[in-house]
């Protein structure tokens, strides 16, 4: 759910300048999955190998142990303030200028990429050779074409050892929504008739 408010208004300070002033404040809630099968990346979280090594990352799933649904913090802090103003030099000649501070949403430049969709633990491809023997005794026949069954997702249950080994897209939950300043200042004149 995304939520915006504005308040902006021109103020006429003397007959030649004008100022338009504004504040704009941005809300975008997380996204959530039904049953919590979106992963994030904890960059500082450590877990144990069988064989005694220590590492450090991997994915974390929210809505599971205690962490929230969404799929990044929310942020409240989005305030993006708008100044702009004409000053009437000449009869003939306005200076105008600006400046804005705009924020990004996730569904366009912000956030989306493969990493919106990220579910480490819940995809599982299985895989079949075609033969074992260099191509002349087929593995898999059409009447039992997985013959070591097909492959089953470990879900969340593996924790930060989810994947271990293997790519990964996924989003920090801690990462900012992207924004951009604009500014602007021209010089306008009218053109003399003929």
């Known amino acids: 759910m995304v939520l915006r408010s504005v308040l902006a208004d021109d103020y006429k300070l003397t007959p030649k300048l004008t100022l338009n ?3 704009r404040w941005d809300h975008e ?5 039904q049953f919590n099968r979106i992963g994030n990346f904890d960059f500082t979280g450590t877990t144990t190998l069988s064989n005694g090594a ?13 962490l929230p649904r969404g799929t990044w913090v929310p942020s409240y802090k989005n305030f993006g303030p708008r100044f ?12 105008r200028g600006g400046y804005g501070l705009f924020y990004a949403n996730s569904w366009g430049a912000g956030r989306n990429n493969n990493a919106m969709s990220s579910t480490p ?14 191509g002349l005794t ?22 930060l050892q989810t994947n271990l080994g293997q790519q990964m897209y996924v989003l920090s939950r801690k990462q900012p929504l992207p924004y951009m300043q604009s500014w602007d200042l021209s010089i306008q004149r009218v053109l003399p008739e003929k």
């Open 54 to 66: 220590v590492i450090t990352g991997g994915p974390e799933y929210p809505g599971v142990n205690g």
């Open 21 to 23: 002033l504004g504040l």
């Open 121 to 134: 633990g819940f995809v599982c491809s299985t895989t079949s050779p075609l033969s074992l023997d260099g």
């Open 84 to 95: 702009g103003f004409a000053y009437n030099f000449r009869h003939d000649t306005v200076i």
């Open 138 to 159: 087929p593995y898999a026949t059409l009447s039992s074409p997985f013959p070591q069954g097909f492959c089953a997702p470990s879900g969340s249950s593996l924790g």
């Open 29 to 33: 809630s997380p996204r959530t999955e």
